[in-house]
């Protein structure tokens, strides 16, 4: 039985006074959820949020890290710094990443081995621009994107798949939860023949893409949808807590 996985990816968003507000409501107002939890806002504001959240069912997450463990790496957080926060899972692949600043599936496999290695959990995200989906190729970038984002990786136990069609994030189109379904259950049979069946059971595979409370218990009813990134819904616990309490 998989458990639902709901994360809030803040993105570039909250000075630290907004951040600690929306982490004190969401610790209050999911206390008795019953999912799993994640918030993750941006680097600077990751140490406001860690004491807010520690001892509650949130965990904490970062939006990216560096390849490298540390050196001469400008402008780069490494997953050092982001463990000594107290950091549990860090957001890897997500499409603004890969499109916006050009990270390709060589970058996130190396991050992604980096991170498993140090034991954090990592969400790796995949998903289909709009022109890849009307050319009939949607399941061949994921699985593209999946079997080099998880080169070298044999363990699967610390790996979440977040699956985002580009085209849905941030524009208020959602696929539609048969259309999601259909791609959850393509990465699934995919880590199925990679990994085995137990793996492919166990994999948590969130979908993400202007998922709102109207949306989410629909996305969440499907067979193979196991929870949610959510981006701009997450910035208010008026709309993250009906989603993670969906
Ligand atoms: C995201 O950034 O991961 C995302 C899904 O954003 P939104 O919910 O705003 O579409």
Redesign the pocket.
């Known amino acids: 039985m998989r458990t639902y996985y709901i994360a809030g990816?803040w993105?570039m968003h909250k000075t630290r006074a907004e951040a600690a507000e929306l982490a004190g409501a969401l610790v209050a107002q999911l206390k008795d959820g019953k999912h799993k939890y994640l918030v993750a806002p941006s680097f600077t504001l990751i140490e406001t949020v860690a004491p807010i959240v520690r001892g509650s069912n949130i965990l904490l997450g970062a939006q990216n890290m560096a390849p490298e463990e540390q050196g001469a790496h400008t402008g780069e957080v490494s997953v050092l710094q982001l463990k000594d926060l107290g950091v549990t899972t860090v957001i890897l692949g997500?499409?603004?990443r890969r499109h916006i600043y050009k990270e390709d599936d060589a970058l996130i496999n190396k991050k992604v081995k980096l991170a498993l290695r140090h034991g954090l959990e990592v969400i790796l995200?995949i998903g289909e621009l709009l022109e890849e989906r009307e050319a009939g190729r949607a399941e061949a970038v994921c699985e593209s994107q999946i079997v080099k984002g998880l080169e070298g990786v044999e363990d699967l136990s610390r790996v979440v798949i977040?699956y985002?069609p580009v085209w849905?994030?941030?524009?208020g189109k959602t696929a539609t939860p048969e259309d999601a379904d259909a791609i959850h259950a393509y990465v699934r049979r995919l880590i199925g023949k990679l990994y085995g069946a137990g793996a492919a059971e166990k994999i948590i595979i969130q979908y993400?893409?202007?998922?709102k409370p109207e949306n989410a218990a629909q996305l969440m009813a499907k067979e193979n949808i196991d929870g949610a990134?959510?981006?701009?819904?997450?910035l208010k616990a008026d709309s993250f807590v009906p989603i993670a309490k969906f």
């Open positions: 990816n993105k997500h499409s603004e995200c977040a985002e849905a994030i941030g524009t993400g893409g202007s998922v990134l959510v981006g701009g819904a997450a």
